[in-house]
């Protein structure tokens, strides 16, 4: 079984920054694609980056540019920062963990096998 907990969500003005962090714990060398997922009130959750064991990283267009997505191996800890933000990218964000590459269906839920509970993102104007 693999853990994961996300943190440091919280709220800025628009313009600011945040960093995500996901800790994993358990059997985390089975975890293959990790990613980034977002779901705002009344929206699908959607898949905002992802990161490949080889180190390939992918984005969705609403975040490119502007959010980087990063893992430390040592401390088993995979990272979102976040800058520019603006009042679209509040919601809550998961970080999510597959046995298999990512691939060209990382953005699909239900492809992910672990899910942390969730960090809540909010951005004013």
């Known amino acids: 079984q693999v853990q994961l907990v996300e943190s440091g969500g919280g709220s800025v003005q628009a313009g600011g920054s945040l960093r995500l962090s996901c800790v994993a714990s358990?059997?985390?060398?089975?975890?293959?694609?990790m990613g980034w997922f977002r779901q705002a009130p009344g929206k699908e959750r959607e898949g905002v980056a992802s990161?490949?064991?080889?180190?390939?990283?992918t984005y969705a267009d609403s975040v490119e540019g502007r959010f980087t997505i990063s893992k430390d191996n040592a401390k088993n800890t995979l990272y979102l920062q976040m800058n520019s933000l603006k009042p679209e990218d509040t919601a809550m964000y998961y970080c999510?963990?597959?046995?298999?590459?990512?691939?060209?269906?990382?953005?699909?839920?239900?492809?992910?096998?672990?899910w942390g509970q969730g960090t809540q993102v909010t951005v004013s104007s």
């Open positions: 999510a963990a597959m046995w298999g590459a990512c691939g060209g269906t990382w953005t699909r839920p239900n492809d992910y096998n672990y």
């Open positions: 990161l490949d064991t080889d180190g390939t990283t």
């Open positions: 358990g059997v985390t060398y089975i975890m293959n694609c």
